[in-house]
């Protein structure tokens, strides 16, 4: 709870938020905002269990003192690394990705043993973090875009001394409950930022991540204190650079100027299909040139050692613009007989091939062994990560002592808190408030947000004015302006989604949303699909969402799309009938910080109906009107988003006729399905097999509800170029064809 936690450090809330997988906290512990006084926090510890680490230093001089310290014990330590050691610390890494391969049969030996080199510098000379606190904040992120490579990062963590790769971790690679997964999972491996695999997303996830850093400084940082300072370093292959998503992130990323953004490209000239001439000979180089980029080319990654060290130097020297490292390797480099070759990409070498590697590179130690010199050298990065974690925490206190309100911004969003009563801030509507476009709705939600929300931030694919995500408040995202919090996507779906995921997960408490047509998520479901999976709480704000969008006509109008976001496992699916129903909506996207949210939002007015409500919309169904007794009504009219005032139209009319009729709302199958068995019944009893749906979409998955005997009243085919309402009544999403059904059941 918030009211103690001057007794810990953000690190430790951090993790304590890591670990909680269960739902956000009660409003009455979260941190005030602006005009709810922030309280002061003080008293930070570190997380290193080293009683020498752990103790408060005593002042500024002597805080800074420590860190050139440690900074040149860690320049004195690299000049003393010879190149025979980082050999072996290099073939270390190759071995361990080779005999996690091998035995467990399956999996990317290839790339690993080409980016030993670029690994090994990187995770040992340049990034920042602390192995036994994987969530300290001000650690440097790195991603593996080429997620199938991922016994690379694998073996990294585990000589760097993180407790989630331990020995047996690596043995039991790609098994069922293991820590190392075919692919990268934030969910599973501390230490591993994002969930990587489809190729090109990664990076487009770092694009995110670096945004969040250069955001973050740009609000809080002060000229005598910079407590938001650390870079994003991700790997990707010539499968990334394929894939569009890279394209449309890297783009934007040139264009905000991400100077603590750095980019290995591991240029091997493989894929699956064997050598990229076949499909791939455009010169990447001038391409990201052309991006804004810095570009630097590292002609001998296999063992080119001061050529790395010395690129990676000179990129983050460059402070205005993202930087390319293209780092020629050789795919599977020490295998005599399928290094530089497809066949090494993405299968197990085989023991005749293991062994012949093993001689060739001089390796003459048991699977899985790290030599002790090797392991010694690495488990420096204990102490010191735990000595930059604690000397970052005494910053934090010294700008908290100067800068109080800022601090505690920052520590809510780094901690995950909100402000106690922001949901109070949400707009009001009742039945006499004006008919209005949920998405009009949406925008009066956002924008009172935004005033109490301090980590909400986001924008729309080019569609702002009509998706009505503009904070009014706040100026544009921008290279010059980095601290404001619209940001200007333009048209690039994927990329912006798959930008969002690396947002939500660089801290708890920024909360990204992004906008387009609900038609579009065709172009951004990949990364939907990664949201949900790597519990990143995007909000999704889709308008337009059904054939009342009207002339435009079927390449915009949804059919499937509901259903098949229903399908989609771990994602809230919520399409609101009203304001209040799409404040409650908003509620709920907020609060599910590791489950994503897809607001489905109208073009056309709805009216304000009776009977709506937020707590209504936080059970995901529920009872509207209701004119039966005994829970026995004669017919139930479900609906969602513009039909359920059809839905409520109909029951009027059959109330007149003397039929007892219930209209439930269905805002959101998945909290309904949530809900306990006794309050399931209360709204649908199983005991009235005369119900009817409407929703002007694909009725897939409607008789899950409606049962057997029931109707479901939809869309089974594309739309027409229309009016909304000739549209409505040539499709026979209508009160009268709700009427009729019901008539024929009850």
């Known amino acids: 709870m918030m009211a103690s936690a001057s007794s810990v450090s953000i690190s430790q809330a951090i993790v304590a938020g ?12 979260r941190l005030p905002l602006r005009s709810l006084t922030f309280p002061a926090f003080s008293g930070l510890k570190s997380t290193n269990l080293n009683a020498s680490c752990s103790s408060r230093l005593g002042s500024a001089r002597r805080r800074l003192s420590r860190r050139l310290v440690v900074k040149a014990t860690a320049v004195e330590t690299l000049e003393k690394t010879d190149t025979s050691l980082i050999e072996k610390s290099v073939n270390t890494i190759r071995f361990l990705a080779v005999d996690s391969v091998e035995k467990a049969n399956t999996g990317h030996p290839g790339l690993p043993m080409g980016c030993a080199p670029m690994g090994h510098i990187l995770y040992d000379e340049f990034l920042k973090y602390n192995p036994k606190n994987p969530y300290w904040f001000n650690r440097d992120r790195f991603v593996l875009s080429a997620g199938h490579g991922c016994m690379l990062q694998y073996a990294l963590l585990h000589l ?51 945004l969040a850093e250069k955001h973050l400084a740009a609000r809080f940082n002060k000229p005598d204190n910079e407590i938001v300072d650390h870079y994003t370093y991700a790997i990707l292959g010539d499968g990334c ?127 899985f062994h790290v030599p002790e010199d090797v392991k010694k050298h690495w488990s420096r990065h204990t102490p010191e990560g735990a000595a930059l974690e604690a000397e970052w925490n005494a910053q934090f206190a010294e700008y908290e002592r100067k800068y109080k309100e800022e601090a505690a911004v920052l520590k809510s969003l780094i901690t995950g808190e909100l402000p106690a009563g922001w949901e109070k801030a949400l707009p009001t509507y009742t039945p006499e408030s004006p008919a209005e476009a949920t998405r009009v709705s949406s925008q009066q939600c956002i924008n009172a947000l935004a005033k109490v929300v301090p980590g909400l931030l986001g924008g729309s694919a080019d569609l702002a004015s ?26 690039r779906e994927h990329g912006m989604g798959a930008i969002c995921n690396g947002i939500a997960l660089h801290v708890p408490g ?39 969008l009207g002339e435009d006509g079927p390449t915009h109008q949804p059919i499937e799309h509901l259903a098949s976001f229903r399908a989609m496992p771990s994602i809230l699916m919520l399409r609101p009938a009203d304001g209040t129903e799409t404040a409650g909506a908003y509620k709920i996207a907020v609060l599910n910080r590791k489950r994503p949210s897809v607001l489905a939002l109208s073009r056309q007015n709805v009216p304000q109906l009776h009977g709506t409500s937020i707590e209504g919309v936080e059970k995901g169904g529920y009872i509207v009107t209701d004119n039966s007794s005994g829970n026995k009504p004669d017919v139930i009219l479900m609906g969602t988003g513009s039909e359920l005032a059809i839905a409520a139209q109909a029951a009027g009319e059959l109330r007149k006729e003397g039929k007892a009729v219930r209209v439930v709302s269905l805002v959101c199958w998945e909290l309904f399905d949530e809900q306990s068995d006794a309050y399931k019944e209360s709204v649908l009893p199983a005991a009235v097999s005369a119900r009817v749906s409407i929703e002007a979409g694909s009725t897939f998955g409607w008789h899950k509800f409606v049962g057997s005997k029931g109707k479901a009243i939809g869309i089974d ?23 009729a059904a019901a008539k024929s059941i009850c």
């Open 510 to 548: 920024l909360i990204p949303y992004c906008a387009t047509f609900f038609v579009f998520t065709d172009y951004l479901r990949a990364a939907m699909r990664i949201s949900a999976l790597c519990e990143a709480g995007v909000i999704y704000v889709m308008t337009h969402d059904s054939i009342g």
């Open 466 to 491: 009509s998706n009505l995500t503009l904070m009014k408040m706040f100026g544009n995202f921008q290279k010059g302006a980095p601290e404001e919090r619209n940001v200007r996507f333009g048209v």
């Open 717 to 739: 085919r594309f739309g027409a170029s229309a009016p909304a309402v000739k549209l409505y009544k040539e499709l026979g999403v209508t009160a009268e064809a709700v009427i």
């Open 241 to 367: 650079q394929m894939e569009g998503v890279s394209q449309e992130a890297c783009s934007l990323a040139g264009h905000w100027g991400l100077g603590k953004l750095i980019a290995f490209y591991d240029d091997n000239h493989i894929s699956i299909d064997g050598d990229t001439e076949i499909a791939f000979t455009e010169n990447v180089d001038l391409r990201f040139e052309a991006l804004g980029w810095h570009v630097i080319w590292v002609k001998n990654g296999n063992n080119g050692y001061d050529e790395i060290r010395a690129a990676i130097k000179e990129a983050k020297a460059v402070k205005d613009k993202p930087t390319l490292i293209k780092v020629t390797t050789t795919i599977g480099y020490g295998s005599p007989n399928k290094s530089n070759s497809y066949s090494v990409h993405g299968s197990a070498l085989g023991p005749k091939e293991v062994d012949a590697t093993r001689k060739n590179l001089g390796w003459p130690y048991e699977p």
């Open 18 to 29: 890591a670990v909680n997988h269960g739902a956000s906290s009660n409003s009455s512990d």
């Open 160 to 210: 760097a001394g993180y407790d989630s790769v331990k020995e047996e971790d690596l043995k039991s690679f790609r098994q069922w409950g293991s820590k190392t997964p075919g692919h990268p999972e934030n969910f599973e491996t501390p230490g591993v930022e994002v969930t990587t695999g489809p190729l090109g997303q990664g990076i487009a996830n770092a694009v995110g991540l670096a």
